[in-house]
């Protein structure tokens, strides 16, 4: 009878540990700002922007879910804390010496705390990456592969993902916490950051 008591008691303190757990768990999600990435738009339309820009919404949101910092939407399911829109408005080869491939974003992000949406950042970020050759019309066609990571246009995507998605971090966490920042001029970090791109 007693054995019997002492496993009841261990069962219920077991599920005790386990619904703290649980809740704690989220409490820490619903702490973190919920951000909706809606998918990113192709303004370039060349032979090959656009599935360079359906692979930018999952490459941003990978990123940004890696570093664990928001709680993280495609879709829209319910009233979100922010909103980030992208448009692919340049994808193509600069014929120069030796030609380039110029990539840029056209980045939004909104803030929807209050009645009215406010437009918190609004920029465009791009990058250039050299070429040893003439890229080819099938350039972004394999983009899980080994081969396109390593290509031209892997490296330029991988790049201005890491811009794309430390602009919205910064940004996001300013907005969020900003006690945390000088009470004086407050300069965001990317500002002081070199801009190699």
């Known amino acids: 009878m007693r054995l019997f008591l002492f496993f009841l008691l261990f069962c219920a303190a077991c599920n005790r540990a386990s619904e703290d757990g649980l809740s704690f768990s989220l409490s820490r999600n619903s702490m973190k700002p919920n951000v909706l990435i809606l ?30 910092h928001f709680q993280l939407e495609k879709e829209k399911k319910f009233r979100h804390q922010f ?33 009215k949406p406010k437009v918190i950042l609004q920029e465009i970020l791009g990058v250039n990456t050299l070429l040893e050759k003439p890229l080819c019309p099938h350039s972004a066609m394999s983009q899980k592969s080994e081969e396109f990571r ?29 006690d945390s920042w000088n009470s004086g001029e407050k300069i965001l970090p990317s500002e002081n950051k070199e801009k190699g791109i």
């Open 39 to 68: 998918p990113t738009q192709d303004e370039a339309t060349t032979l090959t922007s656009l599935t360079v820009a359906e692979s930018f919404t999952n490459a941003v949101f990978d990123r940004l879910e890696q570093k664990g």
């Open 150 to 178: 390593i290509s031209p246009m892997g490296l330029a995507q991988a790049k201005l993902t890491r811009v794309i998605a430390d602009r919205i971090e910064d940004y996001i966490l300013y907005h969020e916490k900003p």
């Open 83 to 115: 909103l980030v829109e992208m448009q692919l408005i340049e994808c193509d080869e600069i014929e120069t010496a030796p030609p380039e491939l110029a990539m840029s974003m056209h980045l939004k992000i909104l803030e929807l705390k209050g009645d």
